[in-house]
């Protein structure tokens, strides 16, 4: 055994069939929910006015009725011939190089997303009231907004004030460099998704073989979660530091495991109070390998001394600043203890929306994986047990945070974009056991591509 799958295989993959009977599945159950969902508050609590209109997506607008459809049509025919021409090259003339995943991802990323129209898909997500980038272009002196971060946290825009400085400041250097609010958008997104890609890959390649990494790489950069939500946020950012710093973590040299890690732990924990989701898979590993248990300490005892550092030089205290965050979001107190009903029906909501924009198909792939994934960590070898550690450790931690009240109502789809990378661990167990034709490739491609254009085109993903 070897590279985190065993000697099982399964007949293929997924089936035209099969696929359509996935899809139907997945629309009557989260129907059924929405309905179920809604009865238990007006049953329960005598209201639903907490329930998503669009269930379990929180932000969300149908925008049928105000479709340029002259200009939508052509965004989506060149979509659909830039993945055709994408697949058939990957799948059929290079099986070997990356560049090609990346390039296919970043066009179909800007296409997909100029469906909902230049300044609605470009603009408006960075430039809203709430945003970062409107909390960055009034930055005068990035030093001075530091220091005095904390007397004015309260006083910024509505996500500004539960994130660290960085990423207002993270906005601040791009608005600096490029010359437009449309070139920071498409510099978050095309540079985002090219590392992640890269990770991912990288990452994957740790454990599969190298075709099996790169198909699934592909698959990762055509996830709805990714091309709707992937231009112009700062979660695109944050995925790449965790996905990095994971990615470094496991590395055989010391150096990279030790100071590449904290580089990307720093970089992710100055843009959310959400890198806490690290600690535990990074611990896990440490336990798998021994090894890296002086390089945790290390990065432990470095960020202690950075922060406390920043803290003495720039006066600004990051546990402070969490508790500011922690109680705009929990204004009544510890949510789980407030509000239990309806912290109970969230966390379903929180869980079908990452479900969602990850594509039922994939989502069934996963629990295959897994299955592969526990049968293999039986083996002696490293790579046997250690994508399984990485799966379940983010999987819990994610799951952790749930259960301790964070994100109030979904919004995990982006809010949790950083989570998705490590779902594709088992899915690419999958696929390798599955040892599918390439026929059955493409059909699985353009099921996750097709899902991601249609909801795309159908709607508005407001945040």
């Known amino acids: 055994m070897a590279g985190g799958t065993d000697s099982r295989s399964q007949a293929g993959l997924f089936s035209l069939r099969e696929i359509l009977l996935a899809a139907w599945v997945m629309v ?61 090259y990957l799948l059929w003339f290079d099986r070997t190089s990356l560049w090609p995943v990346a390039v296919a991802g970043t066009v179909l990323l800007v296409l997909t997303t100029l469906t909902q129209g230049h300044q609605a898909g470009l603009i408006r997500p960075i430039a809203n009231g709430g945003s ?77 073989p190298h075709d099996i990494a790169r198909y699934t790489t592909y698959l990762f950069v055509l996830l709805p979660a990714v091309q709707i939500y992937f231009l112009t946020t700062l979660d695109a950012l944050i995925t790449v530091a965790a996905l990095g710093a994971i990615y470094c973590f496991t590395r055989e040299s010391p150096i ?45 005892l470095s960020s202690l001394g950075i922060y406390a550092l920043v803290a003495l030089v720039l006066d600004y205290d990051y546990v402070a600043s969490f508790l500011v965050a922690s109680h705009q979001q929990n204004p009544n107190g510890f949510f789980p203890l407030v509000e239990p009903l309806r912290y109970l029906t969230t966390r379903v909501e929180n869980v079908a929306e990452i479900a969602l924009f990850f594509t039922p198909m994939l989502g069934v792939l996963a629990v295959r994986g897994t299955r592969v994934l526990w049968r293999s960590a039986r083996g002696l070898s490293r790579t046997d047990r250690e994508p399984l550690v990485i799966f379940a450790l983010a999987a819990g931690s994610l799951l952790g945070l749930f259960a301790v009240g964070v994100y109030h109502t979904g919004e995990t789809a982006r809010g949790a974009l950083f989570i998705y990378p490590f779902l594709m661990l088992p899915v690419a167990a999958a696929i390798r056991a599955a040892d599918p034709t390439r026929r059955r490739e493409a059909l699985l491609a353009a099921a996750v591509f097709g899902q991601t254009l249609a909801m795309q085109v159908v709607g508005d993903y407001l945040w």
């Open 28 to 88: 009557a159950s989260f129907i059924t929910f929405n309905v179920v969902v809604r009865l238990f508050y007006r049953a329960i609590l005598d209201n639903d006015v907490g329930v998503p209109i669009h269930w379990p997506i929180s932000k969300f607008a149908v925008r049928l009725g105000r479709l340029d459809v002259s200009r939508v049509a052509l965004l989506v025919a060149l979509a659909v011939v830039v993945f055709a021409v994408a697949t058939a």
């Open 132 to 208: 970062y980038y409107r909390a960055a272009v009034a930055v005068a002196d990035p030093v001075v907004f530091v220091e005095t971060f904390e007397a004015n946290q309260l006083g910024l825009p509505l996500h500004a004030r539960t994130h660290p400085p960085g990423a207002v400041l993270s906005f601040w250097v791009l608005d600096t460099l490029l010359p437009s609010t449309r070139a920071v958008s498409l510099a978050v997104g095309i540079g985002s998704l090219a590392l992640s890609a890269l990770l991912c890959h990288r990452l994957l390649a740790t454990y599969y």
């Open 256 to 300: 990279v495991a030790t100071f590449g890690t904290l580089a990307c732990l720093f970089v992710a924990a100055s843009q959310t109070f959400m890198t806490v989701f690290l600690g535990p898979v990074l611990v896990g590993l440490a336990l798998l390998r021994r090894d890296r248990i002086a390089p945790l300490v290390v990065i432990g």
